[in-house]
């Protein structure tokens, strides 16, 4: 079966994640979407974090509705931070008869360099970069990636939605029923 793995803090999850697993799922080749909670992505401040449970409740609540969308917890007991290479690794030896490849952000594509072992990600698993407004494909600069150029953009964030109930505002728009 081929996994598309969709690594995410989910602080918390939203409309533009479940809408762009949605559309990942169309992709020809991508049987299943794993969203992958990571409880300590190694670049964000852990104290902004939602407690893990907490995230991890939404999350559940938000894919209920696609058989195909499923939440992983595979980081959970792993060491933190969370290094996606060490969540690739794991998965590839406990699930040999599995094809993993994974989802990034336009963010990520632009530090990609900076990741741990990402020589080793980009040789061993297809990766799919999500655009964000205003970035763009460097030519020259990780041509193995494959840009979502036809992917709704959806304009939500996480901070923004936190930033919001904040100040007492309604999310409701934003954020799954």
């Not at 609540?61 to 696609?66: I, L, M, P, T, V």
């Not at 990520?108 to 799919?128: G, P, Q, T, V």
């Not at 990636?145 to 934003?174: C, N, Q, Y």
Request: charged fraction near 30%; aromatic fraction near 12%; include cysteine.
């Amino acid at each position: 079966m081929n996994i598309l793995l969709y690594f995410g803090s989910f602080n918390p999850i939203h409309k533009g994640h479940i809408g762009l697993a949605e559309y990942m799922l169309q992709l020809k080749g991508v049987d299943e979407v794993w969203l992958v909670l990571s409880p300590h992505n190694p670049l964000k401040d852990v104290s902004r974090l939602w407690n893990e449970e907490k995230r991890l409740e939404l999350v559940k609540k938000a894919c209920r509705h696609n058989a195909r969308i499923i939440v992983c917890t595979v980081e959970f007991p792993l060491p933190k931070p969370n290094y996606t290479i060490n969540t690739l690794r794991h998965l590839s030896v406990k699930y040999p008869e599995h094809k993993f490849s994974i989802l990034i952000g336009a963010d990520n594509y632009a530090i990609f360099d900076k990741w741990r072992s990402w020589e080793e990600i980009l040789s061993n698993y297809k990766i799919y970069v999500y655009p964000r407004s205003g970035s763009k494909k460097i030519e020259g600069r990780f041509d193995e990636m494959e840009w979502l150029e036809d992917a709704p953009l959806f304009d939500i964030s996480s901070t923004e939605i936190r930033e919001k109930m904040a100040r007492g505002e309604s999310v409701d728009d934003l954020i799954p029923s």
